[in-house]
């Protein structure tokens, strides 16, 4: 059996990053990702215990989660998913093995119910007790996730130039100027060009853009900042912060 890193890494030739092994992987080289997913077990457990908080191992249901999750990771990497593959891995990795926990949260206390109610149709003290343990474990859960979610945005902002608290700060203050932003944004990433030169050369194209939005030149620059923002939202893979778009389409 070959080193991993002599799979990972061919023979006098320039090292591969990461992110160049995801994208030979996607193209077919199955050798590369059976050696990668290995390499980074690691890496799987350890993003995996931080959400448990307890030491995990490969016998773990978790465990295995998060190597499918860093799997897909690979298999869905690409440059507009930010400039580092383990970070965007971390995202998926976590986001799965929350949703397993919330999951499993959801399940457990209905056999608890049913075994506690009593003859007449009611549910004791304790079982309403579980209830709201299991309604506030996920919660819990979720603002974990939404918080892993604002993490992983704010270091992909840093690629740009900006930050969270700036983006808050320079946000359209009206939801009419909001929604106007979006859609450019939106227009943005739908032609392939144009979120190129976004992704790829980290500038916001305004002269081609003003050719495809009823908004003007100094709005667009005026704007820059919200819609760098909801571009790199649209293109990741943010549950929460999508929300927040629709809500602010919808209002």
């Known amino acids: 059996m070959k080193p991993l890193l002599s799979l ?22 199955t050798e590369l990702q059976n050696a990668l997913i290995e390499q980074y077990k690691p890496f799987v457990a350890k993003t995996v215990s931080s959400v448990c908080k307890r030491y995990i191992d490969e016998k773990d249901d978790e465990f295995s989660i998060g190597l499918i999750a860093f799997n897909e990771a690979i298999e869905k990497y690409s440059a507009e998913k930010g400039n580092s593959l383990l970070a965007f891995a971390e995202l998926i990795i976590k986001r799965k093995v929350i949703d397993y926990i919330r999951k499993e949260a959801r399940n457990a206390p209905t056999v608890q119910m049913d075994l506690q109610e009593s003859e007449n149709g009611e549910y004791s003290q304790s079982m309403i007790e579980a209830e709201l343990s299991a309604n506030e474990y996920r919660r819990l859960i979720e603002q974990e996730h939404r918080r892993e979610e604002i993490e992983h945005f704010k270091e992909r ?32 990433v739908e032609h392939d060009e144009l979120r190129t030169i976004l992704f790829q050369k980290k500038q916001l194209p305004v002269k081609q853009l003003e050719k495809l939005v009823e908004v003007s030149r100094k709005t667009i620059e005026r704007n820059r900042k919200y819609i760098i923002a909801m571009a790199i939202i649209m293109t990741g893979d943010y549950v929460y912060l999508k929300d927040y778009l629709k809500g602010v389409l919808n209002s």
Not at 11 to 25: D, P
């Open 8 to 29: 990972l890494f061919k023979k006098g030739k320039k090292k591969q990053t990461l992110e160049q092994s995801a994208i030979s992987i996607q193209q077919g080289d």
């Open 157 to 188: 902002l840093k690629v740009y130039g900006l930050t969270f608290q700036e983006l808050l700060e320079h946000s359209p203050k009206h939801a009419d100027a909001r929604q106007n932003a979006i859609k450019v944004a939106h227009t943005l």
